[in-house]
């Protein structure tokens, strides 16, 4: 192995790192989606409310 190549460890470590951070940010992808159609859900039901209170 030459100086300039990691350790096939390391690489695997490496490589195990990247997977678990990409998994962290498709979690939190859907975590914020969820947030915003719940938000949407409320705003939506809010409007209903309204709509009966004023006719």
Known sequence: ???DTPRPTTR???EEGVTE???IVQQEAEIAEL???SRSRL???EGEETRRRTR
Do not use: H, P, S, Y
């Open 43 to 45: 705003a939506t039901k």
């Open 1 to 3: 192995m030459g100086r």
């Open 12 to 14: 695997i470590e490496l």
């Open 35 to 37: 947030a915003r159609r």
């Open 21 to 23: 951070v990409a998994m």
